[in-house]
């Protein structure tokens, strides 16, 4: 089976601009999840989508946007860049099952650098 | 509000002895506590996970420990081996969230076994 995927895996914007990062699944996944990971702020929660549905969301500003289509596949947004938004994009998939164990199978993440 | 801490950001140790990574928590809520394990350039992978009902569980050369009045766990390797070396996130869940994907992550301890 293929583990998360997630593209593109690095990404250089300036700031003002917006990026979409996308995240591929493992087959049979339905919940998607995207983390924030920057130094010495660990790996912080974006959002989580189940079934086309937001069904959980962290304390990041509204630029920040995701969605998820009907093949489970997951893209974020985030809109207006500031030099902050530059970290490791980390996306997880899971089934309700291994969810009720709070196990997630992590991509390798897209860095996105913020000029 | 960092509700999960990792006060150590790196640790070294040689082959063979144990490892104690710490993890302190403030959130009386949380009753769930795992650990995850990241290689540079892979995404984390689940090592091992405690409920709060327990103090200890235990897996291979892994153990966590809990002390819930301290609001407190620990992950200790033994023994220790070069393959351990990477980055050691500790998370944490509440079982009022239902299923999700939502974890709450301490920024990391790196930690890198000697031989």
């Known amino acids: 089976k293929a583990g998360v995927t997630q593209t593109p895996r690095y990404l250089i914007k300036t700031r003002g601009q917006q990026v979409t990062l996308s995240c591929s699944p493992i087959s049979g996944h339905r919940s998607v999840s995207w983390y924030q990971q920057t130094p010495g702020q660990g790996l912080q929660f974006l959002f989580e989508y189940f079934s086309e549905t937001q069904r959980n969301k962290g304390n990041f500003p509204g630029r920040f946007s995701g969605r998820q289509f009907s093949n489970s596949r997951s893209e974020m947004n985030v809109s207006t860049l500031e030099l902050g938004d530059s970290a490791l994009y980390l996306c997880?998939?899971?089934?309700?099952?291994?969810?009720?164990?709070?196990?997630?199978?992590f991509g390798a993440g897209t860095r996105l650098s913020v000029l | 509000d960092q509700q999960v801490k990792q006060n150590s950001p790196s640790l070294s140790v040689q082959e063979g002895r144990i490892s104690i990574l710490n993890c302190d928590y403030t959130n009386s809520m949380f009753d769930y506590f795992l650990w995850y394990k990241k290689y540079p350039a892979e995404g984390p992978t689940f090592l091992i996970s405690i409920s709060s009902i327990k103090d200890k569980n235990e897996d291979g050369r892994f153990t966590v420990f809990l002390n819930k009045s301290a609001k407190h766990l620990s992950l200790h390797i033994v023994p220790s081996q070069p393959g351990d070396s990477a980055v050691y996130f500790c998370?944490?869940?509440?079982?009022?969230?239902?299923?999700?994907?939502?974890?709450?992550f301490g920024q990391g301890t790196t930690l890198q076994v000697k031989p």
């Open positions: 998370a944490a869940s509440a079982v009022d969230w239902g299923n999700t994907g939502k974890l709450i």
């Open positions: 997880a998939s899971s089934t309700d099952r291994a969810l009720a164990k709070n196990i997630q199978y």
